[in-house]
């Protein structure tokens, strides 16, 4: 007799949806049973999640995982689409077909995802998953707007970069007095003389930095050599967003400039105590942080903290610089070739389709919301002035209501811009991707750190080894390359 794949069926609803149409458990029902039953599936159970505000938590989420567990024998699960299945980044965790061995039917948005997935299926999931998130984040972000806003427009904030000058907030043009001691200051660095040679050189052929200050200094020469903007790039608190105004240089020079300063040997700069490693690592022996201090004043060592008692680990003081390239090699194993970036592309695109229709949804609930609470102030003033309900009463309403209409307006008008963004936003995860190593290089140590947190987990250093896993959906990332490079086209006849 032929062997049914068993499976089980999640269905969710939050509480905001329940009032609309289309998102009501039935319906995800029917369209998991009718699927099931043209592939020849048998359910096994049903999960049926209806969120409640009252109630916070995924009960049945957490059921489902405790029962696949006990039954081995079911290792599939059905579901309608991915926004449906995670509700945040730990559930996608959870559900991580590599870890788990489970294959997840996304129904809806015709995706089987297995252990023997390729490359390419899991990699455009994660980065599903983490726009999802994305999204969730650019709403909060968008309730606050203000500087990152502009931002990420591609507008500089306050004083633009040595080299530009502003004509207005919107329009920041190239100094063309300026910019021809960025454009050499750069080939001479990337031709590999040191930082003070290119001071003095700069000097000697006739550069000026400033009228006043007429030799940079070598604190100004090592930030503006690493400052993005010169390619175009506009980097806000820890990320870099694509700027409206035009590059000084191209992205080979800059590139070629990064490189020199890592043959300088040491990071261009260096707030006293943030180390880009301290908190990062623990050691393998004893479990312990591994916290950095600073040698004959300049030199930063690593070393375990040996808290817990006597570590035969503690003695070992490792330079960063050892540290360092095997940092490098974590973030390089993680940065997109281009040619994967335009079929990524197209899994964005795909996916914005979904999240256009999950903001619909979310805006017709505000407007209707909106229009309630405007009537009820409506008709408050109108009982106010009919002598129907005291001043004290009628104020207090409708400071309150106001005051939820408001809230309500933030909450729209942060919802038209997120939606604009959500497709921007993935390109620039991945575009961020594409240039991980070489943004992550220019970094001051605290944002490096941030990186590496966001990237990997589980560092342990053993000897003068560092070990980590890579978090997801990044894992995938550094597989999709080494399974490229491994087997060539091993992607062309998934
Ligand atoms: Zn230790």
Redesign the pocket.
Known sequence: MEQRIKAVIYARVSSEEQKKEGFSIPAQLDLLHDFAHKNNIEIVKEFEEAETAKQAGRHKFNEMLKFLKKNKAVTNILCEKTDRLYRNFKDYVDLDVDTTGYTVYLVKESVVLSPTSTSHEKLVHGLKVLLAKNFIDNLREETQKGRLKKASQGYFIGQVPYGYKKLDPRTTVIDEEKAPFVRRAFELYASGLSLEKVRWQLRDEGFVYQSSNKVISHGQLGKLLKNVSYIGGLYFRGTVYSGKHEPIISDELFEKAQISAQKDNKPLYRDDHNFAFAGLI???????A?TAEIKKGKYVYYH???G?GK????KIYINELDLMPQFDEAVKAVSLAQRHIDYIKQGLKESLADKKEFSEQMRSNLEAEAKRVRHRIDKITNEYYDDLVDAKFYNEKRVQWNKDLDEIMIKLEALHHAEQKYYEEGVRIIETLKNAYILYKQQSPIEQRKLLNYLLSNCTLEGRKVSYDYNLPFSYFVNFDSCRKKYPGCDSNA
């Open positions: 623990t050691c393998v022996k004893c479990g312990c591994i375990c903290t040996g817990k570590c035969e680990q503690k």
